[in-house]
T-cell receptor, first 114, second 111 residues
Framework: DVKVTQSSRYLVKRTGEKVFLECVQD?????MFWYRQDPGLGLRLIYF???????EKGDIPEGYSVSREKKERFSLILESASTNQTSMYLC?????????????FGSGTRLTVV | KNQVEQSPQSLIILEGKNCTLQ??????????LRWYKQDTGRGPVSLTI?????NTKSNGRYTATLDADTKQSSLHITASQLSDSASYIC??????????FGAGTRLTVKP
């Protein structure tokens, strides 16, 4: 089974802190994604990556950056956390070129910024 | 306006009853539609995928339908169980690989 592992289930950070959310997948997937999930809004794409060192902005990239130094790891960085970034963050991965192949999601990280 | 609208927003049913969740979309051109189940505190897990040519697909007690002409899909759950309590998310993929997520329906099954 494909596994997408997010390093933390729950995080509490202070406003202004730099926050790192880590995601690792073990099935050699090319594509990796970071979403945030808020009630009533569904999942919204923050950033995605189709290859190592490659990144593309999603729908809501403001206040975030990402890093993909290795194929299996995709990190989401909040440079200066703010309270409006309190949310559930979901990482996902998929195979490139597999149109019918869905995402495999991690279990999520619930981030609270106080 | 979200390109994928789900209804109802939440639903409470008794164990053993059936229910139907709706998904309407405007994503175009269309590639496929997938239903995910998301347990509380977990990531979404795929239940079923529908392509343009498919009208109905079943996965155990879950049956998904797709009407590509009216851009509507439904997820029917038969003989509900307590473990069906979860959020159900409709995801539509455009032909340009753009993925659009619905906000989800929160289902609660009570004994």
């Amino acid at each position: 089974d494909v596994k997408v592992t997010q390093s933390s289930r729950y995080l509490v950070k202070r406003t202004g802190e730099k926050v790192f959310l880590e995601c690792v997948q073990d099935m050699d997937h090319e594509n990796m994604f970071w979403y945030r999930q808020d009630p009533g809004l569904g999942l919204r794409l923050i950033y995605f990556s189709y290859d190592v060192k490659m990144k593309e902005k999603g729908d809501i990239p403001e206040g975030y950056s990402v890093s993909r130094e290795k194929k299996e790891r995709f990190s989401l960085i909040l440079e200066s956390a703010s309270t409006n970034q309190t949310s559930m963050y979901l990482c996902a991965s998929s195979l490139r070129g597999q149109i019918l192949y869905g995402y495999t999601f991690g279990s999520g990280t619930r981030l609270t910024v106080v | 306006k979200n390109q994928v609208e789900q209804s109802p927003q939440s639903l409470i049913i008794l164990e053993g009853k059936n229910c139907t969740l709706q998904c309407n979309y405007t994503v175009s051109p269309f590639s496929n539609l997938r239903w995910y189940k998301q347990d509380t505190g977990r990531g979404p897990v795929s239940l079923t995928i529908m392509t343009f040519s498919e009208n109905t697909k079943s996965n155990g007690r879950y049956t998904a339908t797709l009407d590509a002409d009216t851009k509507q899909s439904s997820l029917h759950i038969t003989a509900s169980q307590l473990s069906d309590s979860a959020s159900y998310i409709c995801v539509v993929k455009g032909a340009n690989n753009d993925m659009r997520f619905g906000a989800g329906t929160r289902l609660t099954v009570k004994p």
